[in-house]
Structures are given as structure tokens and as C-alpha cells.
């Protein structure tokens, strides 16, 4: 039963999933090194890191290393929050810059660790359905506005801050050593999905019917 008459949404990698401890576990398995998270400070991988684009495929891709998506470990509490607002809200979406390429993958992941989800609702860089989304931060912006979503989980500042400002909702944005600066006035910064869930909360209350 519908309780909050809203559309809510949530980034995929580095929200749902820790994506950067397995990007790290694989540049130091390519590269015989011993980065951290701290040393991930450029969301670009290639320019993080280093490698041509080559290089970084084939970390996912090579027998016997570990693979992208599918081992990829969910964000704790992530689909605790995620399948407890299920059918409490009007809509959950998932907006990714992923490729249409990574569908199938994607939805596996969200079966293989018990998410609750309308496939119909999880948005590609390509054309899903009738939604759109380009990989920049206006286009994810504007899809979420197009979309009515008045809540929003991210985990790239320069997304927030575009989602915040063009959507005018309040976004949470999951701190990472690569997405530290300014912040829009609607952006919140949290270190967990308990933290989530209570900012959550707090937007939903005069949505409750």
C-alpha cells in the first residue's frame, strides 16, 4: 500500500554497490600496487590512475579477476532503505551512467542481492523506455526533474550539485576522497544509508497521505 504519494531515486555504483573498492582491488591486482580508497580522489579511473581505457577493461574482464557488475558487494543498509520504501512510495528509480550494454548485468546484480525493483524503472545512458539520460550531470538533472523525484542518492558532486540545483530537491551525496569541494544548498553529505534514511524521512513526512 502506497503511504508517501512521491517518486524517489538513486544513483547504482558507489550508492547500491561498492564500485570504487573493486576498481581498487583490480588496479592493484593489474598494477602490483597498494592504493586505498584515500588515494581515489579522481572519478576518472584512466586519469586517476594512469591506465588507457584498454587497460581498465580488461581488469574486469580477464579470467580470474573479479568482474563488473556481478561481484560487485552491496553499500551497507543500501537495500534495507531500498526494499523497506518498495510499495511506501509511489516510484523507486535508478539512474545510471552505465551503458544499455550493462542491462542484463544489472538487473542480475539487483536479483543475486535481494533488491526490490520495477525493472522499468532503472534508467541506462542510453534510451530506456521513454526516458533518455546522456552521461552528463544536466541530462541526469533534468531526467530526474522530468521524472518528479523529490529525493535523490548520489555519489558524484559534480551530479548532486547539477540535480540539486536544476531539480531543486534535496540530494544525499555518499562522501568519497573523489567527490570533495563545494556543495549546492540542497546537497547533504552523509557517511551511511542510516544517515540516508533519516533525511529520507524527513523529505517524505509531508508527502505522507
Given at each position: 500500500?502506497?503511504?508517501?504519494?512521491?517518486?524517489?531515486?538513486?544513483?547504482?555504483?558507489?550508492?547500491?554497490?561498492?564500485?570504487?573498492?573493486?576498481?581498487?582491488?583490480?588496479?592493484?591486482?593489474?598494477?602490483?600496487?597498494?592504493?586505498?580508497?584515500?588515494?581515489?580522489?579522481?572519478?576518472?579511473?584512466?586519469?586517476?590512475?594512469?591506465?588507457?581505457?584498454?587497460?581498465?577493461?580488461?581488469?574486469?574482464?580477464?579470467?580470474?579477476?573479479?568482474?563488473?557488475?556481478?561481484?560487485?558487494?552491496?553499500?551497507?543498509?543500501?537495500?534495507?532503505?531500498?526494499?523497506?520504501?518498495?510499495?511506501?512510495?509511489?516510484?523507486?528509480?535508478?539512474?545510471?551512467?552505465?551503458?544499455?550494454?550493462?542491462?542484463?548485468?544489472?538487473?542480475?546484480?539487483?536479483?543475486?542481492?535481494?533488491?526490490?525493483?520495477?525493472?522499468?524503472?532503472?534508467?541506462?545512458?542510453?534510451?530506456?523506455?521513454?526516458?533518455?539520460?546522456?552521461?552528463?550531470?544536466?541530462?541526469?538533472?533534468?531526467?530526474?526533474?522530468?521524472?518528479?523525484?523529490?529525493?535523490?542518492?548520489?555519489?558524484?558532486?559534480?551530479?548532486?550539485?547539477?540535480?540539486?540545483?536544476?531539480?531543486?530537491?534535496?540530494?544525499?551525496?555518499?562522501?568519497?576522497?573523489?567527490?570533495?569541494?563545494a556543495r549546492h544548498s540542497n546537497?547533504v553529505p552523509v557517511k551511511s544509508?542510516?544517515?540516508?534514511?533519516?533525511?529520507?524521512?524527513?523529505?517524505?513526512?509531508?508527502?505522507?497521505?
Amino acid at each position: 500500500m502506497t503511504v508517501y504519494d512521491v517518486r524517489i531515486g538513486y544513483d547504482i555504483d558507489d550508492v547500491l554497490t561498492r564500485t570504487s573498492e573493486l576498481v581498487i582491488e583490480g588496479v592493484n591486482f593489474k598494477l602490483g600496487t597498494d592504493y586505498t580508497l584515500d588515494d581515489f580522489v579522481n572519478p576518472v579511473i584512466e586519469d586517476c590512475f594512469g591506465l588507457t581505457t584498454e587497460e581498465v577493461n580488461e581488469i574486469f574482464s580477464k579470467p580470474g579477476n573479479k568482474r563488473f557488475p556481478d561481484d560487485l558487494a552491496p553499500f551497507e543498509g543500501a537495500k534495507d532503505v531500498v526494499n523497506s520504501y518498495h510499495g511506501l512510495v509511489d516510484s523507486q528509480y535508478f539512474i545510471t551512467a552505465r551503458d544499455p550494454s550493462f542491462r542484463e548485468a544489472t538487473i542480475r546484480w539487483f536479483d543475486d542481492n535481494g533488491f526490490l525493483y520495477d525493472p522499468r524503472n532503472i534508467s541506462f545512458k542510453g534510451v530506456v523506455g521513454e526516458f533518455s539520460l546522456d552521461n552528463t550531470a544536466e541530462r541526469k538533472a533534468q531526467t530526474v526533474k522530468d521524472l518528479g523525484i523529490v529525493f535523490f542518492v548520489e555519489d558524484s558532486l559534480t551530479n548532486a550539485n547539477a540535480i540539486s540545483e536544476h531539480a531543486d530537491i534535496p540530494v544525499c551525496l555518499l562522501e568519497y576522497p573523489s567527490n570533495k569541494g563545494a556543495r549546492h544548498s540542497n546537497v547533504v553529505p552523509v557517511k551511511s544509508w542510516v544517515e540516508v534514511e533519516r533525511e529520507l524521512l524527513r523529505v517524505l513526512e509531508p508527502f505522507k497521505k
